[in-house]
């Protein structure tokens, strides 16, 4: 439906419009685009901000989102595009520009960021939103293209100010005395200075009073000193952004990437991240100390990594959430009971009294618990590289845990035998009697 309609307008337009008058519209646009009003915005005012720039009904605008929103999405691209680049009311530049070094924005850095990030999947939608998704990205900047075209000339905002502009040259006004030498004065945009008229019985103003001897000037340097040093604002370093930018690529190029490929996992991915800000902090320091805001980035995330690398992770972490198996036979035990992330609790209490098993638990991130029957005998091989151990009768925490346990139960050798491998590679580990 949204493709539909979009396809319909394009014809219209089309039609109608040459490519210059369509050119000129969307400089004009970007040149007076709308601004976000503090007052009457529910979110982040950028239907507020199109509503009084184009003198419409707010409610409109609101409706017109939301059912481009239904386009799979296509709203949400287009309204945190507005978030990014329609400023606020009393900025001077829209948050995206300001991330950029062009002005002042009143949205926090951090806040811009987020919204740069939030627009990757939003784009990812428009992707892979085929024919709907497009026709309402269409549709949506067609419907702003009319709106101009229509309403353009309706509440357009003042153009800034230059800074320094103080006003034109200086003219003198001379005062008329009143023949017995009473001062005059002299105009200019920014003072009114009194000066000495001539009396009348000194037209040529020979008395000393009526001199405008020039003020004297300063000293002059000393041949062969050395001239003060002038001091050179050095030029604001783009290497961080640049190299910011390049690891939001890197991101988004790793997350399509690991959809065709194993090896893009998480730890890989920080790898990546904190290699290109690396380098980017190298170059940065090299070129004169850019980039050095990166590095509020880099420590976390090498935390991040270490800790994931640090971890033996050896399992696919396809199953997630929680298991729990209760066998009644020697048959019905399997070989291994794994999950990704989440927990696995495995019952053999009520195993029979005689014959003997074998089995693992393994668990990547979460809980492994596992309960034996208290009469059989129990070799257990309990482990986790970070996390809590209760093995049997024995308990230790920490890193790197590592537990071999050997018991009887409480009438000694015979009966039953139990073989257990259980480990979790962050979480706890629990092998109790029942």
């Known amino acids: 439906m949204c493709g539909r309609l979009a396809l319909s307008k394009l014809v219209v ?4 419009i040459s490519a210059a008058s369509v050119e000129e519209t969307l400089k004009d646009f970007w040149a007076t685009r709308p601004r976000r009003p503090h ?3 529910k979110i982040a005012g950028v239907a507020a901000g199109i509503a009084q720039r184009y003198q419409i009904d707010p409610v409109i605008v609101r409706v017109a989102f939301v059912a481009m929103a239904l386009c799979n999405g296509a709203g949400v691209l287009i309204y945190l595009l507005g978030w990014l680049w329609l400023a606020q009311a009393d900025d001077e530049v829209s948050a995206a520009e300001a991330l950029i070094g062009r002005g002042r924005s009143s949205t926090p850095t951090a806040l811009t960021v987020l919204l740069a990030i939030a627009v990757i999947p939003a784009t990812g939608f428009f992707v892979d939103g085929g024919f709907t998704m497009v026709g309402g990205v269409l549709l949506s900047a067609g419907a702003i293209y009319l709106l101009h075209r229509g309403r353009g000339q309706l509440n357009r905002p003042e153009p800034t100010a230059a800074f320094g502009g103080g006003g034109g040259g200086a003219g003198v006004g001379l005062g008329v005395g009143d023949g017995e030498g009473v001062g005059g004065k002299v105009s200019t945009d920014e003072q009114t ?34 001239p003060a040093p002038v ?26 990437a690991s959809s065709y490929a194993d090896w893009f996992h998480a730890q890989h991915v920080i790898g990546l991240l904190v290699a290109v800000m690396g380098a980017g902090m190298v170059l940065g320091a090299l070129r004169g100390g850019g980039g050095r805001g990166l590095i509020w ?3 976390p995330l090498s935390v991040v990594g270490v800790l994931l690398t640090s971890v033996d992770f050896e399992l696919d972490g396809k199953s997630m959430g929680s298991s729990f198996a209760r066998p009644m036979t020697l048959e019905e035990v399997q070989d291994r009971y794994t999950a990704g992330l989440g927990e696995v609790q495995l019952d053999l209490s009520s195993l029979p009294n005689s014959g003997s098993v074998t089995t693992a638990v393994e668990v990547e991130v979460g809980n492994a618990q596992v309960w034996v ?11 986790t590289d970070l996390g809590s151990v209760q093995c049997l009768d024995r308990a230790s925490d920490g890193k790197s845990r590592h537990e071999e346990v050997t018991d009887y139960g409480l009438d000694g050798p015979g009966g039953l035998k139990i073989v257990l491998d259980v480990r979790s590679d962050l979480g706890t580990v629990e092998v109790r009697r029942a």
């Open 39 to 41: 007052d009457g915005r």
């Open 13 to 16: 337009v089309s039609g109608s």
């Open 193 to 226: 200075t009194d000066r000495v008229t001539p009396p009348a019985w000194d037209p040529l103003g020979a008395a000393p009073f009526a001199w405008d001897l020039p003020e004297p000037a300063g000293a002059p340097e000393p041949v062969g000193a050395t």
């Open 297 to 299: 980035l880099v420590v």
């Open 373 to 383: 029957p208290h009469n059989a005998d129990v070799t257990v091989n309990c482990r």
């Open 231 to 256: 001091a050179v604002r050095r030029r604001r370093s783009r290497v961080g952004l640049a190299t910011f930018g390049a690891s939001l690529v890197v991101l988004a190029g790793s997350l399509v």
